[in-house]
């Protein structure tokens, strides 16, 4: 059952599998949505610039035949006639052409965006092989291909039926009309024919784009054990990743723990909590936390702190509220400093009295001041 599950490609591509198929040239493409966009382009490009065209076009057809005698016999005077004439067409075209590729630009790199891939480009074997030309040829996605001219066709077919039917009085009126305004009208409506007949195969660009997001994304599908490879190969294995994490902790353990015995007190639950709190007058601006712990790790703080004669003060409350709220080797938080500071002036009493400077203090207060934020 998991050799079959492993076989199959149910998994969503990774973003590196993504990459990866970008930079091998594998992207989504849309074949229509480009032609869509050229064919606009270009009824477009004709419907703005077509009449600067033609006057262009009249201009150098009436400069040529109407050349003088000296100018057909003098081959460089006509040659500048020849060059003049073609620069009024010049400008035109070149405005047409611009627009036209601006349009083939726009529409190739609408869907998957400006990629190239050498790898891509690089000849291969199995493009040339002629069994593998008829399996496309006879493949799923030349019969996706089929389906979509037969579309196409209809689809341009029932818009020009309908044009016709719409414009065929306006057709049979052009013989009414004089020259050359009738010949203006013909081009225009030509034109604007073209163009909604280009717009036509927006329907199709529409059905195809989704569906080449569709294809694109099922070609890069993955199986759960490539997922899991990529993951190991990216990221590291697993194990490996736990047994370091494992390590770190252990050694920061052990650093926390050889702080232990430069603590001035450690306050515990005192079962479960145990923390060890360092207070240096002439340093730090409050307490630090030089280890905490809890159950067989507060038990350990515990067990080192009587070893080396470190003060060890039962309070609850504040142990528990400092193990929640101050982390290791960083300052205790704000709002606890008046209770911490009535531990650390019992334990420094404590200390005195021990060594015969003081009286014996007084015991400490069982509800201390720690704000209702911070009780745990």
């Given at each position: 059952?998991?050799?079959?599950?492993?076989?199959?490609?149910?998994?969503?591509?990774?973003?590196?599998?993504?990459?990866?198929?970008?930079?091998?040239?594998?992207?989504?493409?849309?074949?229509?949505?480009?032609?869509?966009?050229?064919?606009?382009?270009?009824?477009?490009?004709?419907?703005?610039?077509?009449?600067?065209?033609?006057?262009?076009?009249?201009?150098?057809?009436?400069?040529?035949?109407?050349?003088?005698?000296?100018?057909?016999?003098?081959?460089?005077?006509?040659?500048?006639?020849?060059?003049?004439?073609?620069?009024?067409?010049?400008?035109?075209?070149m405005w047409i052409f611009f627009i036209?590729?601006?349009?083939?630009?726009?529409?190739?790199?609408?869907?998957?965006?400006?990629?190239?891939?050498?790898?891509?480009?690089?000849?291969?074997?199995?493009?040339?092989?002629?069994?593998?030309?008829?399996?496309?040829?006879?493949?799923?996605?030349?019969?996706?291909?089929?389906?979509?001219?037969?579309?196409?066709?209809?689809?341009?077919?029932?818009?020009?039926?309908?044009?016709?039917?719409?414009?065929f009085p306006q057709i049979l009126g052009?013989?009414?009309?004089?020259?050359?305004?009738?010949?203006?009208?013909?081009?225009?409506?030509?034109?604007?024919?073209?163009?909604?007949?280009?717009?036509?195969?927006?329907?199709?660009?529409?059905?195809?784009?989704?569906?080449?997001?569709?294809?694109?994304?099922?070609?890069?599908?993955?199986?759960?054990?490539?997922?899991?490879?990529?993951?190991?190969?990216?990221?590291?294995?697993?194990?490996?990743?736990?047994?370091?994490?494992?390590?770190?902790?252990?050694?920061?353990?052990?650093?926390?723990?050889?702080?232990?015995?430069?603590?001035?007190?450690?306050?515990?639950?005192?079962?479960?909590?145990?923390?060890?709190?360092?207070?240096?007058?002439?340093?730090?601006?409050?307490?630090?936390?030089?280890?905490?712990?809890?159950?067989?790790?507060?038990?350990?703080?515990?067990?080192?702190?009587?070893?080396?004669?470190?003060?060890?003060?039962?309070?609850?409350?504040?142990?528990?509220?400092?193990?929640?709220?101050?982390?290791?080797?960083?300052?205790?938080?704000?709002?606890?400093?008046?209770?911490?500071?009535?531990?650390?002036?019992?334990?420094?009493?404590?200390?005195?009295?021990?060594?015969?400077?003081?009286?014996?203090?007084?015991?400490?207060?069982?509800?201390?001041?720690?704000?209702?934020?911070?009780?745990?």
């Open positions: 059952m998991a050799d079959s599950d492993s076989g199959e490609r149910s998994e969503d591509p990774t973003s590196k599998k993504v990459s990866d198929a970008r930079e091998k040239g594998q992207i989504a493409r849309s074949k229509e949505l480009g032609t869509m966009f050229v064919l606009v382009g270009s009824a477009s490009a004709m419907l703005l610039m077509g009449n600067a065209l033609v006057v262009s076009m009249s201009k150098m057809m009436s400069r040529l035949f109407s050349l003088t005698k000296q100018e057909s016999l003098d081959v460089h005077a006509a040659f500048t006639v020849v060059s003049q004439s073609v620069g009024t067409v010049l400008m035109p075209l036209v590729a601006i349009a083939a630009f726009v529409g190739n790199i609408l869907l998957g965006g400006i990629s190239f891939s050498w790898e891509a480009a690089a000849p291969k074997a199995n493009k040339l092989s002629p069994i593998a030309g008829f399996k496309r040829m006879l493949g799923a996605q030349a019969a996706i291909e089929f389906v979509k001219s037969i579309l196409k066709f209809f689809v341009v077919v029932i818009v020009a039926y309908l044009l016709l039917s719409n414009l052009l013989s009414l009309e004089t020259t050359p305004k009738n010949f203006e009208h013909a081009v225009n409506l030509l034109l604007w024919m073209f163009l909604t007949l280009t717009l036509s195969l927006v329907i199709i660009a529409i059905v195809d784009v989704p569906y080449q997001l569709w294809s694109h994304t099922k070609q890069l599908k993955m199986t759960k054990q490539e997922v899991k490879d990529e993951s190991k190969n990216t990221e590291g294995n697993p194990e490996i990743k736990g047994r370091i994490r494992r390590l770190q902790i252990e050694i920061s353990q052990r650093r926390m723990m050889s702080q232990v015995p430069d603590s001035d007190v450690v306050i515990t639950n005192p079962t479960h909590f145990s923390v060890a709190l360092k207070y240096d007058p002439n340093g730090t601006r409050a307490p630090v936390v030089l280890a905490s712990g809890v159950d067989q790790m507060a038990i350990h703080i515990r067990k080192i702190a009587k070893e080396h004669n470190v003060e060890i003060i039962a309070s609850p409350a504040l142990a528990r509220s400092l193990y929640y709220t101050a982390e290791v080797d960083e300052e205790i938080p704000e709002a606890l400093f008046a209770a911490v500071a009535q531990v650390l002036a019992f334990v420094f009493q404590l200390n005195e009295h021990r060594k015969g400077r003081a009286n014996t203090p007084k015991p400490l207060a069982k509800n201390l001041p720690i704000p209702d934020d911070y009780k745990y």
